[in-house]
């Protein structure tokens, strides 16, 4: 059975950091691309960043420069490090696994606010 366990999310202020974590079980993680994906309430769900199982990288404009995606095969996990937080970053947060199929996790929360 294949599982998306996200974890790090929470409160911090503007300008602030936090490291989402996302552990994968149940399928060959080198063999998956991984995806940050984020839903701010009353939106549609967005790409925020995208990291291959080649390694190719690609952001959403609004976050280059202050998110990083990166991956741990040996941990079969999946990061995202946000920095320079701003109010507008507030949303759900969902890693996303896209092999034949495509997995989600369960989402964490990310409020932004003084």
């Known amino acids: 059975q294949v599982q998306l366990v996200e974890s790090g999310g929470g409160l911090v202020q503007p300008g602030g950091s936090l490291r989402l974590s996302c552990a994968v079980s149940?399928?060959?993680?080198?063999?998956?691309?991984m995806a940050w994906y984020r839903q701010a309430p009353g939106k549609q769900r967005e790409l925020v960043a995208a990291k291959t199982r080649d390694g190719i990288t690609t952001y959403e404009d609004s976050v280059k420069g202050r998110f990083t995606i990166s991956r741990d095969n040996a941990k079969n996990t999946v990061y995202l490090q946000m920095d320079s937080l701003k109010s507008e970053d507030t949303a759900v947060y969902y890693c996303?696994?896209?092999?034949?199929?495509?997995?989600w996790g369960q989402g964490a929360q990310v409020t932004v606010s003084s």
């Open positions: 149940g399928i060959t993680f080198g063999l998956v691309d």
């Open positions: 996303r696994a896209n092999t034949l199929r495509v997995y």
